[in-house]
């Protein structure tokens, strides 16, 4: 059962950057697809971006243009770079392993997530 480890959240003024990183126990090679969601205070848990084993990118409208998602197989490792953050990103941010079908279909793994804060 993989284990999923999230790291690189904290405190940013708007408009700065962040680079959240997603740690497996194990290979992510043979992971059909691998996702990044987060969850705001008082909010649903949504999708924010997701990759393929073949790196193929799926990206929310609320972040296309900002976030650009990757995964580094040989650390087992995806990662989520964000610029120009806005307030409306504060959030927990979660990565996930799932299935891609048109669509990405998270499973039941998650990691703990890690807290992104954007400061105004």
């Known amino acids: 059962q993989v284990q999923l480890v999230e790291s690189g959240g904290g405190l940013v003024q708007a408009g700065g950057s962040l680079r959240l990183s997603c740690a497996a126990s194990?290979?992510?090679?043979?992971?059909?697809?691998m996702g990044w969601y987060r969850q705001a205070p008082g909010k649903l848990r949504e999708l924010v971006a997701a990759?393929?084993?073949?790196?193929?990118?799926n990206y929310a409208e609320f972040v296309k243009g900002r976030f650009t998602i990757s995964r580094d197989n040989a650390k087992n490792t995806v990662l989520l770079q964000m610029d120009s953050l806005k307030p409306e990103d504060t959030a927990v941010y979660y990565c996930s392993v799932g299935l891609w079908g048109g669509r990405y279909y998270p499973s039941n793994y998650w990691g703990q997530g890690t807290q992104v804060t954007v400061s105004s």
């Open positions: 990759i393929t084993s073949g790196g193929v990118t």
């Open positions: 194990e290979s992510i090679i043979g992971l059909n697809a």
